[in-house]
């Protein structure tokens, strides 16, 4: 049986890595044009999607490694991060299926902070 070490550990790894790999591929855009999931919100920006997805992406890069460093915070951080993402996808209007997913990963972001202070706790 897991223990709530391995479980946060395991969470741990996938809320700090798939945040920094989706923030640097903002510069890429290897795995899909990510300007794309802006949808109706383009015009609501002040500058060149482009541009903007870039600084969405130091943004994430930031959140990935704060997961590593705090990860209490970091969880948190994650699980706003994506649920302002599902709403943004939501108001936009496109890819709600994109939207599902990230409120399920924002909730598994969740799930990571309590392991993680259930597991301070357990340490004190």
Known sequence: MATI??????????????PIVAG???FTNLLTN?????GNNVNLIPFDPAVFM??????EIIAGIIVFVRPLVG???VMAWLICI????LIGGQYF????RDLVMAM????????????????K
């Open 54 to 59: 870039k600084i969405v992406g130091v943004v």
């Open 97 to 100: 299926d994109v939207a599902v």
């Open 86 to 89: 599902a709403l943004q996808l």
């Open 108 to 123: 598994g972001a969740y799930t990571f902070a309590q392991l993680t202070r259930i597991q301070s706790e357990n340490n």
């Open 34 to 38: 990510w300007a794309d999931y802006l």
């Open 75 to 77: 969880a948190y951080i």
């Open 5 to 18: 070490k391995q479980l946060a550990g395991t969470l741990k790894l996938t809320y700090g890595i798939v």
């Open 24 to 26: 640097l591929d903002k």
